[in-house]
T-cell receptor
């Protein structure tokens, strides 16, 4: 059990650029979640997958955001045409169905200039 | 809509003082409740959780929380804090009917002074 890993840990980009983040969940965890955390706030739910199926997306997830989990293992979160308001910590978590405890990764901190 | 509120945003205590952090939730159905902790420079870690059964749950590092359904509360307690408890604490509710996605409170920054 190596824990949830995320890559990169930090990303600085210019407004209008596209960025992609990767999350590797704990092996055999079939649920994978993405959250966003801004300064002074708790994490906010973005979307989650059960195996490879994306089952729910928050209204926070505009059409510039897309997430995939192609083989039910790792996941990617892409933000197109980044805006300064996208600057945040993007967190990934995973869990087993039925166990319901989510384990969080270290996050990817995004800064959009 | 689900919501979780934490009353204290910043708490400063001396070592050995007792701690109680408030958390209230608003959920339409069955909810799982969690407290997570984030130590400086580290990722979110689970402190304790409540799914059902005994409303007093014990977690790691001497923390406990009590689920009081009539008050919609899930307060975190520790009888004697240590300097190493300095961290940010988040209360969260999991929607059992919605893939257990979590709704977090805004967090409480705890500083324990020697």
């Amino acid at each position: 059990d190596t824990g949830v890993s995320q890559d990169p840990r930090h990303k600085i980009t210019k407004r209008g650029q596209n960025v992609t983040f990767r999350c590797d969940p704990i092996s055999e965890h079939n649920r994978l979640y993405w959250y966003r955390q801004t300064l002074g706030q708790g994490p906010e739910f973005l979307t989650y997958f059960q195996n490879e199926a994306q089952l729910e997306k928050s209204r926070l997830l505009s059409d510039r955001f897309s997430a995939e989990r192609p083989k039910g293992s790792f996941s990617t979160l892409e933000i197109q045409r980044t805006e300064q308001g996208d600057s945040a910590m993007y967190l990934c978590a995973s869990s087993l169905i039925g166990a319901e405890t989510q384990y969080f990764g270290p996050g990817t901190r995004l800064l959009v200039l | 809509a689900q919501s979780v509120s934490q009353h204290n945003h910043h708490v400063i205590l001396s070592e050995a003082a007792s701690l109680e952090l408030g958390c209230n939730y608003s959920y339409g159905g069955t909810v799982n409740l969690f407290w997570y902790v984030q130590y400086p420079g580290q990722h979110l870690q689970l402190l304790l959780k409540y799914f059902s059964g005994d409303p007093l749950v014990k977690g790691i590092k001497g923390f406990e929380a009590e689920f009081i359904k009539s008050k919609f509360s899930f307060n975190l307690r520790k009888p004697s804090v240590q300097w190493s408890d300095t961290a940010e604490y988040f209360c969260a509710g999991g929607d059992t009917g919605g893939g257990n996605k979590l709704t977090f409170g805004t967090g409480t920054q705890l500083k324990v002074e020697l």
